[in-house]
Nanobody, 126 residues
Framework: QVQLVQSGGGPVQAGGSLRLSCAAF????????MAWFRQADGKERDFVTA????????YYADFVKGRFTISRDNAKDTIYLQMNSLKPEDTAVYYC???????????????????WGQGTQVTVSS
């Protein structure tokens, strides 16, 4: 079992920045690929970004490329999502997720992830 606890988020004005954190408790953190998804009101949960266990492979959704950065600190069992140049359309509940993986393969599908954080609201005002 892996427990994920998120922090960060909140309200911000367009063009601003926020950093989300996701701390993992349980199994060997470096054995897990980690990802961020987001879900806006009335919409499906969308892939945002993912990072492999060793941090060497990273994927981003096109709509966040150049603005968001995922990172992980395996010594602290934590991943981060640095969000810059935020737009109103980035408003959503953001979730971190974990998937046991022994390879560099990263899934962009929510159903492939076994463990989820509690979610944190990000609200970007214009």
């Amino acid at each position: 079992q892996v427990q994920l606890v998120q922090s960060g988020g909140g309200p911000v004005q367009a063009g601003g920045s926020l950093r989300l954190s996701c701390a993992a408790f349980g199994r060997t953190f470096s054995s897990y690929a980690m990802a961020w998804f987001r879900q806006a009101d009335g919409k499906e949960r969308d892939f945002v970004t993912a990072i492999s266990g060793n941090g060497n492979t990273i994927y981003y959704a096109d709509f966040v490329k150049g603005r968001f950065t995922i990172s992980r600190d395996n010594a602290k069992d934590t991943i981060y999502l640095q969000m810059n140049s935020l737009k109103p359309e980035d408003t959503a509940v953001y979730y971190c997720a974990a998937r046991f993986s022994s390879s560099a393969y990263l899934s962009k599908t929510a159903e492939d992830y076994n463990y989820w954080g509690q979610g944190t609201q990000v609200t970007v005002s214009s």
